[in-house]
């Protein structure tokens, strides 16, 4: 028996946004959870039938506000109250309040760092290559055409019963994404 060559998935070509979005809740309710829709405007239904309501960025953005938060505020009283004690009025070395500011904004700064790298990691960006890019007609996906991809990396994925799934959802054609 011949080997088969592997492959990065499958991919299906709709025409209709109200065609993705039926066959975006068909995948997730058969069971398929690494499947990615992609279509050249943000469809929000698409994102909740395929379960994708969850996102780690915000926890990114609070650990990096709370670094920013704690290590502002660590560097002001290190400064002011271990390396370099000044007599400023008679005020304690440690006079917390004056340093509000500056921690506020290490905490707003560090945040948005994180929150930016936080997306560019979770999405995986910059992607200069991806598999899609080897099937022609996925570059339509910026202009009119809309395109689910199943993983074969998926536990469920299986090449021929895949294949028979998203034939059934009635796309205009279906293709083997070399990887």
Not at 111 to 134: E, R
């Amino acid at each position: 028996m011949p080997r088969r060559r592997p492959i990065y998935g499958l991919l299906a070509e709709f025409d209709d946004p109200q065609a993705l979005i039926k066959a975006a809740r068909r995948v997730h309710e058969e069971g398929y959870r690494r499947a990615e829709a992609y279509s050249p405007f943000a469809i929000d239904a698409v994102a909740e039938a395929m379960g994708f309501h969850k996102t780690r960025v915000p926890l990114v953005v609070l650990i990096g506000g709370l670094i920013g938060g704690f290590g502002g505020f660590f560097m002001l009283w290190y400064a002011n109250v271990i390396n370099w004690p000044w007599d400023i009025g008679g005020r304690p070395h440690n006079s917390w309040p004056m340093w509000i500011p500056i921690t506020f904004e290490l905490t707003v700064l560090c945040a948005g760092i994180a929150a930016v790298l936080g997306m560019l990691a979770l999405n995986g960006l910059p992607t200069p290559y991806h598999p899609l890019f080897n099937v022609p007609s996925f570059q339509l996906a910026s202009r009119d055409r809309f395109f689910i991809c199943i993983q074969s990396r998926d536990k469920k994925f299986d090449r021929e019963r895949t294949w028979e799934f998203l034939v059934s959802l009635r796309p205009v054609s279906v293709f083997e994404v070399p990887p």
